[in-house]
């Protein structure tokens, strides 16, 4: 069973740094593109992150490029995800999600989630964890 459990949420000031875990079970790291996906009270979920192992790539939502790093330790079968500069509107409940599509051209960045039976497989969800950035 292909599941992702994430960790390393909590409250920091704004400025400061957080990094995220998220430990995959029931599956490699190159068996799927794994993103980070967020979600505030009131706001629209946002794909923030991705990253295919397979061929080292990385994709980042503009609201975090150059402040967000994703990164993979194959050995530990976990992904993480280094945020720093924090911003108040960072804080969300943030989810790891294995089996996303991302895709970048032209300058323009998709991290979707894989839902209803269009995909084949879907995505699979962690809990999610949260992140509070205080100003």
């Known amino acids: 069973e292909v599941q992702v459990v994430e960790s390393g949420g909590g409250l920091v000031q704004a400025g400061g740094s957080v990094r995220l875990s998220c430990a995959a079970s029931?599956?490699?790291?190159?068996?799927?593109?794994i993103a980070w996906f967020r979600q505030a009270p009131g706001k629209e979920r946002e794909g923030v992150s991705c990253?295919?192992?397979?061929?080292?790539?990385?994709y980042y939502a503009d609201s975090v490029k150059g402040r967000f790093t994703i990164s993979s330790d194959n050995a530990k079968n976990t992904i993480y995800l280094q945020m720093d500069r924090l911003k108040p509107e960072d804080t969300a409940v943030y989810y790891c999600?294995?089996?996303?599509?991302?895709?970048?051209?032209?300058?323009?960045?998709?991290?979707?989630?894989?839902?209803?039976?269009?995909?084949?497989?879907?995505?699979?969800w962690g809990q999610g964890t949260q992140v509070t950035v205080s100003s």
């Open positions: 999600v294995a089996n996303a599509f991302c895709w970048a051209a032209r300058g323009e960045t998709k991290i979707l989630p894989k839902s209803g039976s269009s995909w084949g497989q879907e995505s699979s």
């Open positions: 029931g599956f490699k790291l190159y068996d799927y593109e």
């Open positions: 990253i295919n192992v397979r061929d080292d790539s990385s």
